[in-house]
């Protein structure tokens, strides 16, 4: 059987039909008349010299062959839908959409993001603080911020600094708590989102690095590490926090990590964007200026000493 490709129109009234499984519903999203979509219709099933609907009394059901075409027409479009908004971001180079995880949104981005604006003001930026993975192809996003493992297998990804923890409270509570092994009175808060870790990054893990009696948590749960370091800020007690969301605050001495000793996590914040897509001049000035913001407070990162992992039985 030589093929012939089908007609595009018409192709394009069959899958909407189908998808709403009325003539009426489809001419109303393809903004044609119900007569001009049944003609087109009409016009696919002769080209293909087989019905694809049943046209019943007051509705329409799929033949064995409209079942058949129904779902790859349906994924023709899709791709074809997600080519043409892909290249139109190609064309685009003064909006810039970002995902990224709420902590990092909040403890990272949000207090930064004025120096970006006033550097960039021709950058309109806009934010999606989110942990679901990315489909760079399908969803309207040009960079993800994303922490973990890695690899990101077909993208363009770049880590970050290198990740740690380490115990960090208000100025006023160093005093409480001059020393690790004094940290068993305290009230110990724990980030659950990073219980993915393995090896765990965990206060058991980080007293065990310390040579000191294991330190039980007794203070609140979160499932958002944000939330944990804002119970830190509003004197709760103490957390193990995350590098990346603590820099600021220990920078500009909000907060204290006075112990000096870090526990490093393996994992990293990585930049991710599609492959070739880093080089178009928004995401390109938003990569540089993370990794500047970063250099700023290179010199607190370096100010700890990395501890070796223990072997936990």
């Not at 993001?113 to 942990?131: G, M, N, T, V, W």
């Not at 006023?172 to 001059?178: D, G, K, L, Q």
Request: hydrophobic share 45%; proline share 8%; net charge negative.
């Amino acid at each position: 059987m030589a093929l012939s490709p089908p007609p595009l129109t018409a192709l394009r009234a069959f899958d909407a039909a189908a998808r709403h499984m009325s003539f009426a519903k489809a001419a109303e999203e393809l903004n044609v008349t119900p007569a001009a979509l049944s003609f087109q219709i009409k016009s696919l099933e002769e080209h293909l010299g087989a019905p694809l609907f049943r046209r019943l009394n007051r509705a329409v059901e799929l033949t064995d062959a409209g079942r058949a075409l129904a779902p790859d027409a349906k994924a023709a479009f899709e791709t074809l839908t997600n080519g043409w908004r892909a290249a139109q971001r190609t064309q685009d180079h003064q909006s810039l959409t970002v995902t990224a995880g709420p902590a990092f949104t909040a403890k990272w981005l949000a207090p930064r993001l004025f120096q970006f604006a006033h550097e960039h003001p021709e950058i309109e930026l806009r934010f999606s603080a989110s942990l679901r993975l990315m489909d760079f192809a399908r969803d309207d996003v040009d960079v993800a911020i994303r922490f973990g493992y890695g690899p990101d297998p077909g993208l363009y990804s770049l880590p970050l600094a290198e990740e740690w923890v380490t115990p960090v409270m208000l100025p006023e509570m160093a005093e409480r708590y001059p020393t690790p092994e004094s940290l068993r009175d305290a009230v110990l808060i724990v980030d659950e989102s990073i219980g993915f870790l393995d090896p765990p990054a965990d206060w058991a893990t980080w007293s065990a690095a310390m040579g000191i009696e294991p330190l039980v948590p007794t203070g609140p749960r979160f499932s958002q590490a944000d939330h944990a370091l804002d119970a830190v800020m509003s004197g709760i007690g103490v957390a193990l926090g995350r590098r990346a969301l603590v820099i600021k605050d220990l920078a500009e001495e909000r907060l204290v990590a006075p112990y000096g000793k870090a526990l490093p996590t393996g994992a990293r914040f990585r930049f991710v964007c599609a492959k070739g897509a880093e080089t178009r001049p928004q995401i390109a000035a938003f990569q540089n200026w993370i990794l500047r913001e970063i250099d700023r407070t290179a010199h607190i990162a370096h100010g700890f000493d990395m501890l070796e992992r223990p072997v936990l039985e």
